[in-house]
């Protein structure tokens, strides 16, 4: 079979809840809604961790944040950790990447140097807009085109906007890459629809009225949830966050129109070069709490507003048109479903697996949990109460969050309770299931090597565990990740025995 073509394009801060296809019909995101239908969506998937960094280290690594080195903002991932451009591009892909990086540890908009693994000639970071620009337009782009008027009075253009510009390099690479005997890997990352909303006038005047309607997560009094998520809906200074459940961001919602617009010109330049031989795959790393459960933005939580996130799949097989996934997926079983795909070896160093079955047996992942964690919202700036370490798992319709720093655990069930305003952590009729899926979570972050874990994610105020026995110091080697060499023993000197290097 012939290697296919990848096409990677995702957004930031756009959940489930802001697109056509998912739901909302009000959103004017024809052209992902159109990429749905002509493929595969995935009608539950989540990230890893809800915030920029981690989430998209487990995108391009494999691995989980807390292993990739990235588990905050404003972390570089680890030097002995491969990334998906790396992987391909040695698998015999040509591969570039072009947009919003944020995972070399720099600043927000990075630090302009194209990491190994990708071409330099589209590498087009967040510096290197922010450089195209005259200087008395950077800090304009930043913080000065915040409302409606200043936008429309500044006439903001296509070739103004870093969305423009990231489909601009794709399109490129695209055209280019097609007319080559090797296959190719294109990465489209861009930064909207997240802050500052930059976009031009027309996208967002449709939308200065509309009202968008949070649902019932709106009327949360937070009773039953934890302390910090109390805390931080105490410290937000813009309150009211809605009027009777329903929030007006018109510029959000333009922004997030206009990059529905720029996603569906690279999707013209495969569908002219590459068509019959190209996977698409469309996500986002996390989406934003929008005022829902009183709360704005990301940060340590595990609601569904901003841990649901797109997972669309279009291949050039028609006989996956329209088809949905109903069960939980992950960001982390991208990179292995990808190597599948293109007939590269599993490497145990991954974290996920390949959702390859799934394609044409969706219920083969019926029973599949999905991880989701957080550490810290970033390293350089106290922001949403600094460390707040949380593991959660989802199985099936359940939910269940540990908030290691907190009182109170979170027990949700999505069936029942789609909105999560119920904690039913302490609900003695889901004391089996939540005590199945305490364990669940515990292995996976043994198996996993997990740098947090220890014996205070065991012992809760509604559980005693006893699966592991902390004092003995097991060792827990690295796997093996195709390209380091082997893990030799500490007292020895010797190769360790394959035996000895599995999860578990």
Known sequence: MTQPNFVFIMTDTQGTNVLGCYGRPEMRTPRIDQLAAEGIKFERAY?????????????????????????????????????????????????????????????????????????????????????????????????????????????????????????????????????????????????????????????????????????PAADDDLSDKPEHHKAWSDSIKNKPLHENGKVKKALYFGC????????????????????????????????????????????????????????????????????????PASHIDLMPTMMDMAGMDAVPFLDGKSMVKRFDDPDSAVDEPVFIEFNRFEVDIDRVGGLQPIRAVVKGNIKLGINLLDETDELYDLETDPHELKNLINDPAYVQIRDELHAVIIKWMHDRRDPFRGPAWEQRSWIRSEHYDHWTGRIRPRQADGYAPTITKYNTGEELDPIDNVHG
């Open 47 to 215: 990230t890893t961790c809800p915030v920029c960094t981690p989430a998209r280290a487990g995108i391009f690594t494999g691995v989980y944040p807390h292993q990739a080195g990235a588990w905050a903002n404003h972390m570089p991932i680890g030097d002995n950790i491969k990334t998906m451009g790396q992987r391909f591009r040695d698998a015999g892909y040509t591969t570039a990447h072009t947009g919003k990086w944020h995972l070399d540890g720099h600043d927000y908009h990075g630090n302009g140097l194209c990491p190994d693994g990708w071409d330099p000639a589209y590498w087009y970071d967040g510096r290197n807009h922010l450089m195209s620009l005259p200087e008395e337009q950077r800090k304009l782009w930043r913080s000065g085109l915040t409302t409606y008027e200043k936008i429309k009075e500044f006439d903001v253009t296509p070739e103004f906007c870093w969305a423009h510009q990231v489909s601009n390099r794709a399109i490129d690479f695209i055209e280019t890459a097609s007319k080559k005997d090797e296959p190719f890997l294109a990465v489209v990352s861009y930064d909207e629809p997240h802050g500052p909303f930059t976009c031009p006038a027309e996208y967002i005047e449709p939308l200065i009225d509309f009202e968008y309607d949070i649902g």
């Open 256 to 327: 997030n129109a206009y990059v529905d617009h720029e996603i569906g010109r690279v999707i013209d330049a495969i569908d002219d070069n590459a068509k019959d031989n190209t996977v698409i795959i469309f996500t986002s790393d996390h989406g934003t709490m929008m005022g829902a459960h009183q709360l704005t933005q990301k940060g340590p939580l595990i609601y569904e507003e901003i841990t649901s996130i797109p997972l669309i799949m279009r291949l050039p097989d028609e006989k996956y048109t329209g088809k949905v996934d109903s069960h």
